[in-house]
């Protein structure tokens, strides 16, 4: 493989993997997890929304994205169930354990080798439009960055927006930088006072990904290793991290019957 970033490159060896026109963007849809909380054997990434199952609205919305058209979706739990469902126009790659969403991206690894950037996505967020994923994929290439991700900021956690109080807090410096992600099991008092959250929409440069994706420990409250903790080996490395501002109601997942309820009431204009 070309290593893109090296000094002593001929001119045909090099290509600017942040131009547009150029460069190979990547999609990987995270949907390994058993939907236990929702009171149902299915992987939690079939169970039904709007008679179609959580991760194809998803889908549908990849379809006007400015990057591969063939995204990978890692599952593990009934795998052979999930790729039945949705079929052969998809990419897959394995997670034998669930060990948390870092754990995940890396079982992609091989699947996903082409790409200069990747972006990651989780298969229950059904609300998350193109335009989003394009936002994502526009303001990595436009800033050159390391990592990007979508924040979201809310007035409050009341009514609907109580299920973006279990999403991890944005953590920035008195600059307004970004140090890091905090999940709600591992935050502080202070910390869950925080506002901005985290939905895990995020773009990495692929080399930098694969290389940091290792080094994830899993010394946390769930034992696992967590994709945001990327974030902080970005700051410890002095890499770019950019971010821009979305819409929460796009950020909104389903982990209980509860919010999959309030997404069936979101998708009927209801909510307050």
Avoid at 48 to 77: C, F, K, M, N, W
Avoid at 102 to 107: D, E, I, P, R
Avoid at 136 to 157: C, G, K, N, S, W
């Amino acid at each position: 493989m070309v290593d893109y970033f090296k000094t002593d490159m001929t001119t045909t060896e090099f290509k600017d993997i942040y131009d547009p026109g150029t460069a190979k963007v990547g999609i990987i849809i995270l949907g390994a997890g058993k939907g236990k909380r929702m009171e149902s054997d299915l992987p939690k990434v079939l169970v039904p929304l709007y008679g179609q199952p959580l991760i194809s609205h998803v889908l549908h919305s990849i379809e006007s994205v400015t990057a591969d058209a063939r995204p990978i979706l890692v599952v593990g739990y009934k795998a052979e169930l999930v790729k039945e469902t949705l079929g052969p126009n998809y990419r897959y790659a394995i997670q034998t354990e669930q060990l948390g969403t870092g754990h995940a991206v890396m079982a992609a690894r091989e699947v996903a080798a082409e790409y200069d950037h990747i972006v990651v996505l989780y298969g229950d967020q059904p609300h998350i439009p193109a335009q989003v994923i394009n936002e994502l994929i526009a303001t990595h290439l436009q800033e050159r960055a390391t990592m990007t991700l979508m924040t979201v900021t809310v007035p409050d956690f009341d009514k609907w927006r109580a299920a973006l109080a279990t999403y991890g807090r944005i953590v920035r410096n008195d600059a307004g930088d970004i140090l890091g992600i905090v999940e709600k099991k591992d935050a502080t008092p202070e910390q869950l006072l925080i506002r901005e959250v985290n939905p895990s929409f995020f773009c990495f440069r692929a080399s930098w990904l694969w290389e940091q994706l290792p080094l994830l420990k899993n010394k946390n409250a769930q034992g696992e290793y967590y994709l945001t903790d990327l974030v902080s080996a970005a700051v410890s490395n002095g890499d770019k991290i950019a971010s821009f501002s979305g819409d929460a109601l796009a950020a909104l997942g389903a982990n209980t019957k509860e919010e999959l309820r309030l997404l069936e009431q979101i998708l009927e204009g209801v909510t307050g």
